[in-house]
């Protein structure tokens, strides 16, 4: 607010302090051409009879009271650049009151610092955090319950494209991932010529069904599959966690399964983002949420003993 705004609302406060008083003033005061407070000669029915009764003294006093205490509240208060004689501003408020409340936050994090997130697993208080941490940052992509999205992996199975150990997932929440799939339609049609990448989708479809014979466009996809995506996937498709490239084997499509997903796929690849949350939350609390990630799926280790399993 700029300083005339400020004057200006300054103003009309003042005015409406002074119209209060004038009002109360030249209600309460009686000329001496007033007729008695009993004498008004208003009657109604042949008995009743309208009175003009002054109010209470103390009754009018309370009003002047309250008109002091609005001018001694904007004089030390004050009103936009104004700061008034207390020097007080919102901001400082919030300030004290939020360094207060980060002080206490932090002495309850401390029985948290630097423990590994399997560890903290143990703990229900500290899952119990971690789950309220999620709720109100996470929630938003992989869903309340965990189980994710179309493009936001679902965190309640087993499958970690980036690594399922505590390390690798601290490592995500705190660090994020850059996932990226390029665009292999042009390079796929060039070698392989026009049926390409319906070949291509016809063996990657088919690395998920072993037991089935592979048809002649499966067949003749394998070439392809080995040639270009064998980098990042593994020649078996069974994908690499240090670059996130996903397991091809298993029955889990982060962005779907149908044909024309996996085409959208090859035509304009996939730019999937984790943002890094150490950065917003800290380490401690970035450790309480992995800690509640760790929970909520199966793990192909067992989880350590007295582990909180969620529901």
Known sequence: MTSGWSWYVIAIVVANLIGCVWLLRSNTRRSPTDPKPDETGHVWDGNITEYNKPLPRWWINLFYITIVFAVGYLLWFGVG????????????EWALETAAEDARLEDTLKLYDGKSIDVLAKDPQAVAMGRNIFLNRCAACHGSTGHGAN????????????????????ETIQEGRQAVMPAWATTLTAQGGPTAVDDTIAYVLSL??????????????????????????????KGNQVVGAPDLTDSYWLY???????????????????????????DTRTRLVGAYVWTLSPHKDPPP???????
């Open 208 to 237: 998920s069904k072993p037991s089935l014979p592979k048809d002649d466009a499966a067949q003749r996809g394998e070439k392809m599959f080995s040639t270009i995506c064998s980098a990042c996937h593994g020649l078996q498709g």
């Open 151 to 170: 493009g936001y992996p679902d965190l309640t199975d087993d499958i970690w494209h980036w690594g399922g150990t505590p390390h690798r997932i601290l």
């Open 256 to 282: 779907g399964s149908s044909k024309a997903s996996l085409h959208k796929t090859l035509n304009d690849g996939r730019q999937g983002v984790m943002p890094a949350w150490k950065p917003v939350l800290g």
């Open 305 to 311: 003993a007295g582990a909180v399993v969620a529901e």
């Open 81 to 92: 650049t104004f700061r008034g004689f207390g020097n007080w501003s919102s901001h400082k």
